[in-house]
């Protein structure tokens, strides 16, 4: 009741707020507030942001007790900052943000998110501190630009325009990064790039009808959003050119958004952005009542739409959801056993199975790909309805997806990502952020082992993962990006240990068959080998924690107990518990939901100070 009357008396309080910010509120009458949302949007200008707002509203509409109170920042982080200490001070449940200026915005978020949930939207902010992120992935978008150029260019070179949006922007810096890297190696296009400040369709226009030399033998252009597109193909008219092809960005159905204008033939493509809006709400009704499985991402599908798939697009976006069939049947190909990880991961994935009703039936590949790729085969001649797939390594998967995809079986990637040529031979990945993991275990090194080490500085072993598996590849990344800023700091004997206890134990050993230990830290990509690393350290009169440091990713109980014990000093937590998460996502695309592209789990670190609350409640 007391957050109920709070909620009423908040909503009374702004409604006086509003009448003084907002003369325009006076017509709401005060409702029975059950959650009261802030919305801190960027600016009310650009018809993507419009178009935000408005799904924010519409979905909103659908859950009585939910208000939303917005905010313009007009493109000015200051006013954006004072918006959302604005939106405090009315007592929002919940603030949602799409920020101006990433770097200004993520300390304000930080400080907000120690109070309330915070969502982000469109742009992420620096570090993890925000409840969820819901956003597009620009560096796709590019290269799905990029893959279009080429098909339009088919095989002739000619000259290419690229448009893109403002100078400061990230959301353009990331489409140019991914357009400009996917056609880098076809050396024979003449590729210009130029930018329109304020991204409007007229400024494009008028920019190429002032600089008509930019569009000499230019054949393709892309556009950051479909109104520097439209600009673009209003110029070109009046400048007489022809055969010119247009690819925008955002589709939105509208008669001028990008889904009309393909319609009309005005352009060729526009590669869809959706705005995420709906699960926002969605989300956001989640974390206020506690539903478990919020995840920390949720990077949002793009699509490319020409003349040909149009219709079949825009029916599939109005289709209605419908109830998913009875019995789901997934064929779920698994890595193997080989950690105390995979195990809880396993049973994580089995148990939510029988949870949802569904049939699933487990491959183990004991660590090899052949009999992962075996495994996939069998599913695809058992008609599965969905394969889920956890990718022993990352490559050489391309000719058994396109046979999965032939045959009309979704692939959903759990826990481990592969690289293939055609991004759309996989739906979604579930999973983690294992370059984020590797810069956490190298921020807390930085921070908790001070250089002038045995040899003066900091010698570090690296025990890694199973060579060419994601997590291995990315946690080297995400360790070395932080570590290039520590000098002193430095990995100076580096093995495979296959993520096993045996793998982390076999590499101490080897060392000390050759060397006096003069190692301060020993870095592992998991819990297992740093636990078998430990006791071989026991066995050899060197004190795991103590003589040396050990840091490892994975925050299974085993781990969590020998920092209990002082044997190890930080664990960087990869949560295994993918189960719900993937039965939910598969039934929600047996019924016809469209998936986000990657769901990204939330985790934490653990050291000394937090591991006793949570060991009890640990359930591997
Ligand atoms: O860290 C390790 C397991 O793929 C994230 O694989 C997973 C890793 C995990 O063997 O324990």
Redesign the pocket.
């Known amino acids: 009741m007391r957050k109920r009357m709070r909620g009423f008396l908040a909503a009374l309080l702004c409604a006086a707020v509003l009448l003084s910010l907002f003369p325009g509120c006076s017509r709401q009458e005060p409702e029975k507030v059950e959650y009261l949302i802030g919305v801190s949007q960027a600016n009310m200008r650009e018809s993507w942001r419009l178009a935000l707002i408005r799904e924010l509203k519409e979905e909103a509409a659908k859950h009585p007790g939910v208000r939303l109170i917005f905010t313009d920042a007009t493109q000015n982080s200051d006013k954006q900052i004072a918006d959302i200490r604005r939106l405090l001070a009315c007592g929002v449940d919940l603030l949602i943000v799409s920020p101006c200026d990433v770097k200004k915005i993520t300390p304000v978020v930080s400080g907000v998110y120690k109070s309330i949930p915070v969502i982000v939207m469109d742009r992420v902010v620096e570090g993890y501190d925000y409840s969820l992120f819901i956003g597009p992935d620009n560096r796709s978008i590019g290269k799905q630009a990029g893959e279009s150029v080429l098909r339009m260019l088919d095989g002739i070179p000619g000259g290419v325009l690229e448009i893109c949006g403002s100078t400061g922007s990230q959301t353009s810096a990331e489409r140019s990064e991914g357009f400009q890297s996917f056609l880098k190696p076809y050396r024979q296009l003449d590729i210009r790039k130029i930018s329109i400040e304020n991204e409007s369709r007229d400024s494009t226009e008028d920019y190429l009808l002032a600089n008509r030399e930019k569009l000499n033998g230019v054949r393709v252009i892309f556009a950051h959003n479909d109104y520097m597109a439209l600009g673009a193909c209003r110029a070109i008219e009046k400048l007489g050119l022809k055969n010119i092809r247009i690819i925008g960005v955002d589709g939105f159905t509208g008669e001028n958004d990008g889904i009309g204008l393909v319609r009309k033939g005005m352009i060729d493509e526009t590669i869809t952005c959706p705005t995420g809006g709906r699960e926002a709400i969605q989300f956001s009704l989640d974390i206020l009542r506690n539903v478990a499985g919020v995840p920390k991402q949720e990077i949002l599908h793009s699509h490319k739409v020409t003349k040909e798939n149009v219709d079949a697009f825009v029916e599939n976006l109005n289709k209605p959801q419908t109830a998913p069939p009875q019995t789901i049947r997934v064929g779920y190909a698994q890595?193997g056993t080989?950690?105390?990880?995979?195990l809880a991961?396993t049973e994580s994935i089995q148990s939510a199975a029988k949870e949802f009703g569904i049939q699933l039936f487990y491959e183990n590949a004991d660590q090899s790909q052949q009999r992962q790729i075996q495994a996939l085969r069998k599913f695809i001649a058992m008609k599965v309805d969905a394969i889920v797939l956890?990718p022993v390594i990352d490559s050489g998967w391309d000719e058994v997806l396109r046979e999965a995809k032939e045959a009309g079986i979704p692939v959903i990637l759990s826990?481990?990502e592969i690289t293939v040529k055609d991004d759309d031979m996989f739906l979604t990945f579930i999973?983690?952020d294992?370059v984020e993991e590797g810069r956490r275990a190298m921020r807390w090194i930085a921070q908790n082992v001070p250089s002038g080490g045995k040899k003066g500085g900091v010698r570090i072993m690296e025990l890694q993962?199973?060579v060419g598996?994601?997590?291995a590849v990315e946690r080297t990344v995400g360790f070395e990006e932080i570590l290039k800023e520590y000098s002193g700091y430095q990995i100076v004997y580096s093995r495979s240990g296959d993520?096993t206890y045996d793998g982390g134990k076999r590499i101490v050993e080897e060392y000390l068959k050759n060397h006096k230990w003069d190692i301060d830290v020993v870095y592992a990509?998991?819990?297992?080998m740093a636990l078998g690393a430990a006791e071989a350290l026991e066995k050899n009169g060197i004190a795991p924690g103590k003589d040396v440091k050990i840091i490892s990713?994975?925050g299974t109980k085993n781990a969590l107990n020998a920092i209990l014990k002082g044997k190890m000093n930080c664990v960087v937590e990869?949560n295994?518990l993918l189960g719900p998460q993937l039965m939910k996502a598969i039934t929600d695309l047996m019924s016809g939901k469209e998936l986000p592209l990657r769901i990204i789990t939330d985790e934490k670190v653990f050291t000394k100070e937090n591991t006793e609350e949570t060991i009890q409640s640990r359930k591997y």
């Open positions: 890595v080989e950690s105390a990880w995979r991961n956890s826990d481990r999973g983690a294992f993962g199973t598996a994601s997590p993520f990509h998991n819990d297992d990713i994975d990869c295994p």
